[in-house]
């Protein structure tokens, strides 16, 4: 069957489809409630890791809602008074000098542009570990 006559068979027999759908819920109550309960305990921790990212994705949201013209001062703020490190981000991104695998480690995942010099924009590709890593060297150096 194809995707075309699926969806012009339910256009045409919606009421029908709906009908046999919630009379199956109601005769199989049961049966449906084990299976969820099944389906819950295997599937746990994808589950939970899927509702705590939902209610981090909320919770942010929520505190972005209520203190916007905080947050809005705090990286004007922040931007005035980095403003050297915030031109050298957008000229990486502008002149996308970001490689296609990590200089260290050759790993494709999440890169990152690890600046060594903000003011003439020299730095590397790294992913987030070896980013990570230069950085606290970086700073245990100085």
Do not use: W
């Amino acid at each position: 069957m194809s995707k075309e006559y699926q969806k012009l068979y339910y256009q045409e027999h919606k009421d029908v489809i709906k009908a046999r759908s919630k009379q199956r819920a109601e005769t199989h109550k049961e049966e449906i409630a084990k299976y969820m309960v099944k389906y819950a305990k295997d599937n746990a921790e994808q589950i939970s890791s899927r509702l705590r990212q939902t209610y981090l994705r909320l919770k942010a949201e929520g505190y972005y809602q209520k203190n916007k013209e905080k947050i809005k001062l705090q990286d004007r703020k922040h931007r005035q008074t980095h403003q050297e490190q915030v031109d050298a981000r957008a000229r990486a991104k502008r002149l996308k000098l970001r490689g296609a695998v990590c200089q260290d480690c050759g790993s494709t995942e999440k890169l990152h542009f690890h600046h060594t010099d903000y003011k003439n924009n020299l730095g590397m590709t790294l992913c987030p570990r070896c980013h990570g890593r230069r950085t606290r060297e970086a700073r245990n150096v100085t």
